[in-house]
């Protein structure tokens, strides 16, 4: 994937059985817990480079919230403060070589950001 390239979209839910349920049985995506993230179930598209996690609704995450790769989430996290956006969450380390962040942009929208090797690196 390249910067800017839609990485990952997390689902806000109220219960997780019940969601998987039903993304499972009405847009027919494969949702399974990882090793390393119990209780966050995620989500693979049948393309299987689209995915995402089903998540808890909580810490001010309402709505679907989308990644973006970027280059580098420090240099995007300052642009974001120079242009009228705020960090919502900052930088922390998924794995040894990937980290994320989340940001809100100039309309009020929550953004994630993702920074490191993926899967099909």
Do not use: C
């Not at 969601?19 to 693979?44: C, L, S």
């Not at 598209?45 to 709505?63: C, F, K, V, W, Y």
């Not at 940001?103 to 099909?120: A, H, I, K, P, R």
């Amino acid at each position: 994937m390249a910067h800017g390239d839609i990485t990952h979209i997390d689902i806000p839910v109220d219960d997780l059985e019940r969601a998987r349920r039903f993304y499972q049985t009405v847009i027919g995506w494969t949702i399974d817990e990882v090793p390393g993230y119990e209780g966050y179930p995620m989500w693979r598209a049948p393309n299987q480079i689209s995915g995402g996690g089903l998540t808890t609704r909580e810490d001010g995450l309402t709505h679907p919230r989308s990644y973006i790769e970027v280059d580098s989430i420090d240099d995007t996290l300052s642009k974001v403060e120079e242009n009228g956006g705020r960090v919502v969450m900052a930088k922390a380390p998924i794995s040894d070589t990937s980290w994320y962040a989340a940001f809100e942009d100039s309309e009020g929208n929550q953004m994630g950001l993702y920074e490191g090797v993926t899967e099909t690196d």
